[in-house]
């Protein structure tokens, strides 16, 4: 598992913007904090309500989503990412 940070330009339907994004090889899932992707994105109602571990090991329950676009080296990269109210920084 290796965890790499990077500052990236990230594209939603509404807006783009450079984002200090964090890469974690070793999760299954990739949150976002609620206020950053309502800036660049409409977020997305999820079917059911899901609780993940984040990365300071406590829980958190995430009620949406959203498709964001990150360039890494000159590709174009679609992530689906989980909106946390209180997502803590590492």
């Known amino acids: 598992m290796s965890i790499v940070k990077e500052d990236l330009l990230v594209r939603g339907e509404e807006k783009e913007k450079r984002l200090s ?3 974690d090889s070793g999760s299954a899932r990739s949150p976002i904090r609620s206020d950053v992707a309502e800036e660049l994105t409409t977020p997305k109602d999820l079917l059911a309500t899901i609780r993940v571990t984040v990365a300071d090991g406590h829980e958190v329950t995430c009620k949406s989503y ?7 080296e000159g590709k174009e990269v679609v992530i689906q990412l989980l909106l946390v109210d209180d997502l803590p920084v590492p």
């Open 66 to 72: 959203c498709n964001l676009v990150v360039e890494v």
């Open 21 to 23: 994004v964090l890469f």
